[in-house]
């Protein structure tokens, strides 16, 4: 399974937004999409589940494009956690997660046991089975992000498109969900692909890393080699250190003045 | 939670579903039964039964009008109306995610209402027959969609704030130019006044035969897309990111529930209240699945439409009040009551 990014050029009306992008990503790979505000991260992975159409370039899944296909056949390869997930209504977290089952069911179909199982499943790898019947909005941010995942995770795809996964969570929370990423890619064999503005947390648990910069890619590659001194005075214009840590294995950013 | 005990709560879960529609049909059932008997002229309800079954005749002729001709068909548009605008507002409540909108919102009743006033101005003056008012309604309430449609669209897309706008400046425009047909008006104020005012006292078989496939087509095609309803809640992205077309949808679901009120419209005036407080009466009742909540509110409406027109035609009689004045009278106080009482504070 590899998804494959080719010269995306993106639009907003008149106004470039990305340009050039390419890259790969393979199964059990964390790619990080990291960046100042305004350089492009979300509309990127917008535009690689085609809710944005790039005006030019290609996006292929294991070297065939996705362009052609339409929305629910997406729905089926690349499951989706967005950054904002306020939902309003008294909807149980058992009837959220199965919500995935979507793309996979006719209008008039009923969930069949095989539908329920694979929601099950999902619940379990995220841990949120127990919360089944309680409702979508008397749950904590962490808990409702796990749900999302879980919703994701019941569409059977092949990849994983995360937004900004641990804005306004709690640091334990954060650790939890970005552990559970990296479980899931590794276990689960899943192309995964999560945007971020946390440096440090990143570098930590991505296995590459996609530096953004005014729409273009600055850098890619190891978190190591990304996340030098040098680019990111360059693209954030601050001046850092770059520490290895000994005792947690991961290199760490310090901020110099 | 273990996971059987997850496949139970969903078991559950259809179970009540299944009960709740047995319930309402069953309801709805005993309302016709019922209703069919209260009048000015107390038919016994075991002479309704034989009337209906054709059976030998033993029974004053006029009965046999009064159920065939009068009672049937107002019953019948009662219950078409109902679940309409019941259908319709719920509908547009999921698609605008805004627990003010009615089935109304895209300035319809506006259109109707000119149509109406411009059919009743011109064609009591010219003689044109009585069936202009229902058609020249109808069509202005599709002419206001449209226009309000393609005013909102942009490079393809329909941004529900633009259209919510754009509905209330249509709507504003139209209520105008009603005004102003109602300040000229000379001796026809009155039946326009009537009108506006909403009610089922001019029912015939014309009426039922117009309403019953595009109320019955709509509110179809409405429930059959329950599940994007569902999506759409969540937001049009989640909704695009599960697989859903949603500008698709949009269409479908504007396209279809305006024509449902449209039709409403065209054969009762305007009724308010149904299309706006059944729709949430039945979410703080079912839930908010549209699986279970557009036909529940199809049901309900349709009941509450025909006992509310009962009242209406029997509560001092021999006048008729405007069927209106009853669904707001009594339906604002036990939804208010229902309000009061629900447990959730966040949600609608």
Same mark, same amino acid.
């Given at each position: ?9 993106? @639009? ?8 050039? !992008? =390419? ?8 790619? %990080?999409?990291?960046? $100042?505000?305004?350089?492009?991260k =979300? ?7 085609? !809710?944005?159409? $790039? ?41 959220? !997660? ?29 841990? =949120? ?17 796990? !749900? ?8 059977? $795809? ?39 503005h ?18 273009r890619?600055?850098?890619? %590659?190891?978190?190591?080699d ?17 520490? @290895? ?13 | ?5 997850v496949?139970?709560? *969903?078991?559950?879960? *259809?179970?009540?579903?299944? &009960? ?11 309302? &016709?039964?019922?209703?069919?008997s ?42 078409? #109306?109902?679940?309409?605008?019941? #259908? ?28 109406a ?16 008012v ?10 206001? #969609? ?40 000379g001796?026809?104020?009155r039946?326009?006044?009537? /009108?506006?005012?909403?009610?089922l006292?001019?029912?015939s ?74 729709? *949430? ?66 949600? /609608?």
């Amino acid at each position: 399974m590899k998804l494959s990014v080719k010269e995306i050029d993106f @639009y907003y009306d008149s106004i470039k937004v990305l340009e050039n !992008v =390419t890259f790969e990503v393979g199964e059990r790979e964390i790619l %990080g999409i990291v960046g $100042p505000n305004g350089s492009g991260k =979300t509309t990127l992975l917008r535009c690689i589940n085609m !809710v944005l159409k $790039p005006k030019i370039g290609t996006i292929l899944i294991n070297d065939k494009s996705i362009f052609k296909l339409d929305r629910k056949e997406i729905a089926k390869k690349i499951g989706v956690v967005p950054q904002n997930s306020t939902i309003y209504f008294p909807f149980t977290v058992f009837d959220i !997660v199965l919500m995935g089952r979507t793309p996979h069911l006719d209008r008039l179909d009923k969930e069949s046991p095989k539908d329920l199982e694979i929601a099950k499943v999902a619940m379990e790898i995220t841990n =949120t089975l127990h919360l089944a019947d309680r409702l979508i909005d008397e749950i904590s941010g962490g808990e409702k992000q796990r !749900v999302i995942i879980a919703r994701a995770l019941t569409q059977e $795809p092949k990849i994983l498109l995360l937004d900004e996964p641990t804005l306004h969570l709690d640091i334990n929370h954060q650790l939890e969900i970005l552990k559970l990423v990296k479980k899931l890619a590794k276990k689960s064999r899943l192309v995964v692909i999560l945007v971020s503005h946390d440096l440090n947390l990143a570098s930590r648990y991505c296995d590459k890393l996609m530096l953004l910069s005014l729409g273009r890619i600055y850098s890619i %590659g190891s978190p190591k080699d990304v996340l030098t001194p040098e680019n990111i005075k360059k693209v954030y214009n601050v001046d850092v250190e770059v520490n @290895y840590h000994q005792k947690a294995k991961f290199y760490n950013i310090i901020p110099l003045s | 939670m273990r996971k059987n005990n997850v496949d139970a709560l *969903h078991f559950r879960k *259809h179970l009540k579903w299944s &009960l709740t529609i047995i319930f309402l049909v069953s309801g709805f059932i005993l309302t &016709l039964i019922l209703t069919f008997s209260i009048g000015p002229v107390n038919i016994p309800m075991s002479t309704v039964f034989k009337i209906l079954f054709h059976f030998p005749k033993s029974w004053p002729d006029s009965y046999e009008s009064i159920i065939m001709d009068v009672r049937l068909p107002r019953i019948i548009l009662g219950a078409l #109306v109902g679940s309409g605008l019941a #259908v319709a507002g719920c509908a547009m409540q999921a698609l605008f995610r805004n627990p003010m909108a009615s089935p109304y919102i895209l300035g319809i009743s506006s259109g109707a209402a000119f149509g109406a006033s411009l059919a009743i101005v011109l064609g009591i003056s010219l003689g044109i027959s009585v069936f202009v008012v229902p058609f020249m309604a109808f069509t202005f309430a599709i002419i206001t #969609v449209f226009l309000v449609y393609n005013i909102a669209k942009i490079k393809g897309k329909v941004p529900m704030e633009t259209l919510l706008l754009a509905g209330i400046a249509v709507g504003a425009f139209f209520t105008a130019q009603v005004s102003l047909i109602k300040y000229i008006a000379g001796e026809e104020l009155r039946s326009i006044v009537f /009108w506006l005012m909403g009610g089922l006292w001019a029912s015939s078989w014309d009426k039922v035969a117009v309403a019953f496939p595009l109320i019955l087509l709509g509110t179809s095609v409405i429930m059959f897309f329950s599940r994007d309803l569902n999506l759409m809640l969540m937001g049009e992205e989640h909704a695009l990111d599960l697989g859903i077309n949603v500008e698709i949808v949009k269409k479908i679901i504007l396209i279809f529930s305006s024509l449902v009120v449209a039709a409403a419209v065209s054969v009762s005036g305007i009724i308010g209240f149904i299309g706006l407080i059944i729709p *949430h009466t039945m979410r703080i009742i079912v839930g908010p699945d549209h699986r279970i909540l557009l036909p529940s509110s199809c049901l309900v409406g349709a009941i509450f439409l025909i006992w509310t027109d009962t009242l209406a035609r029997s509560i001092i009689q021999p006048i008729e009040l405007p069927v209106g004045i009853i669904t707001a009278s009594f339906g604002a106080p036990f939804f208010l009551y229902l309000l009061r009482k629900r447990k959730r504070i966040s949600g /609608w």
